[in-house]
């Protein structure tokens, strides 16, 4: 399969790593600006979801470390 092979795995890894920590990044923007552009969104929703990426990203470097043997 071509798409878990190590070079693959590692791009999204990236990936997904600088979105969870933009994510991570406008969190605390708006933390810091108390939220009034993020009227609908809670400032939680987008630290969690910062996590998550990042989680997903240390999954996939794993999967691509897995898979380089």
Do not use: E
């Amino acid at each position: 399969m071509s798409n878990m092979n190590p070079r693959t795995l590692t791009q999204w890894s990236i990936g997904a790593g600088f979105l969870g920590i933009l994510l991570y990044l406008v969190a605390l923007w708006a933390l810091w600006n108390g939220a009034k552009l993020f009227d609908r969104v809670d400032v939680k929703d987008l630290y969690y979801a910062g996590s998550g990426l990042l989680y997903i990203a240390i999954w996939f470097k794993l999967g691509a470390i897995y898979h380089k043997s």
